[in-house]
Nanobody, 119 residues
Framework: VQLQASGGGVVQAGGSLRLSCVVS????????MAWYRQVPGKQREWVAD???????NYADSVKGRFIISRDNAKNSVYLQMNSLTPEDTAVYYC??????????????WGQGTQVTVSS
């Protein structure tokens, strides 16, 4: 199982970016999917998550600016980031809680994609 994240880059404050993450491999089903971010020297921070039934939750720091979505048919999760600020600069990681086989649940992480917001 692999999670491949993409879409990071450099953007000016006030701009937007859209992150994508696709899960590949032998998968039975995917439960929750999420995005986290990490700044050097700090703990990884939860940003948003979304259930298989498309119920989304957001950290207060991104609520109203970021939108998480997923396409169950494509085993993919997305993060639309708007009104970006320099404080959003971080490496963003996608996460999935999934079944490889029906009786086993495991957590998987993507490799991270850098988002840099310039002032």
């Amino acid at each position: 199982v692999q999670l491949q994240a993409s879409g990071g880059g450099v953007v000016q404050a006030g701009g937007s970016l859209r992150l994508s993450c696709v899960v590949s491999g032998n998968i039975f089903s995917i439960n929750a999917m999420a995005w986290y971010r990490q700044v050097p020297g700090k703990q990884r921070e939860w940003v948003a998550d979304i259930t298989r039934g498309l119920v989304a939750n957001y950290a207060d720091s991104v609520k109203g600016r970021f939108i998480i979505s997923r396409d169950n048919a494509k085993n993919s999760v997305y993060l639309q980031m708007n009104s970006l600020t320099p404080e959003d600069t971080a490496v963003y990681y996608c996460y999935a809680n999934l079944h490889v086989v029906p009786t086993t649940i495991s957590d998987y992480w993507g490799q991270g994609t850098q988002v840099t917001v310039s002032s």
